[in-house]
């Protein structure tokens, strides 16, 4: 990890993201953005490994800022950090492509271990957002049995979505085109009735699917 944008506009915030960053990762560039403006200028001006991205700016919602970045350079790793917990705004942070979504109120040894397992292909998600999510799955989920519904290839390419790897690397690792992997991923989308990876990784693990080529779990 070595090109970090943090989104935030309180100073003492800033400064705290920081040192996290520096605990957790090696040899970081860190750049530091206070509005929704200076956060997509300063992601198009550098391709970014990690985002940590603010909702509430001066200047509209950090929303902006992930779905600018998610659409011109899919593979920065996305992570919400705010205050707000709510259903709406999570939900709307998964469905634009966060990779994580981390409330501010945690101890900054948690958002640490958050981080590195983000890193391993873990959603990085604070316990209560992790239990909302479920919630909100719980209540809103397709009654039916989803896993008969997927064929056995689309079960393995989400087991393999599922753990954070990319389009190219599955398609490596089940011998397949990646415009290949891409229809199976948009037909597992469809039949889950999902939009992220974050929710593709709840489905996986709800599902019990393989998280290796062997078929153990």
């Not at 970081?28 to 909702?55: H, M, P, R, W, Y």
Request: with cysteine.
């Amino acid at each position: 990890m070595k090109k970090i944008l943090i989104v935030e506009d309180i100073a003492e915030t800033q400064k705290w993201f920081e040192n996290i960053i520096n605990d957790t990762f090696i040899n970081n560039e860190v750049t530091i953005a206070s509005t929704v403006s200076e956060g997509i200028n300063s992601s198009n001006q550098k391709n970014f490994d990690l985002a940590l991205i603010d909702l509430g700016l001066p200047d509209g919602s950090g929303l902006k800022v992930l779905r600018h970045i998610k659409s011109n350079f899919p593979e920065t790793l996305c992570v919400i950090t705010t205050v707000m917990g709510d259903d709406a705004h999570i939900v709307s942070a998964l469905s634009a492509g966060a990779q994580g979504y981390l409330l501010k109120e945690q101890p900054a040894e948690m958002i640490n271990k958050q981080l590195i397992q983000l890193i391993e292909g873990i959603p990085a998600l604070s316990p209560s957002i992790a239990q909302r999510i479920m919630k909100h799955f719980r209540l809103t989920g397709p009654a039916a049995e989803a896993e008969s519904n997927l064929t056995t290839r689309e079960q393995e390419v989400l087991a393999l979505i599922g753990r954070g790897m990319r389009n190219v690397d599955v398609a490596d690792a089940l011998k397949l085109a990646e415009t290949t992997v891409a229809s199976h991923i948009k037909s597992i989308y469809q039949k889950l009735g999902i939009s992220s990876r974050a929710e593709a990784s709840w489905h996986a693990t709800q599902l019990g699917l393989s998280t290796d080529l062997n078929g153990n779990s």
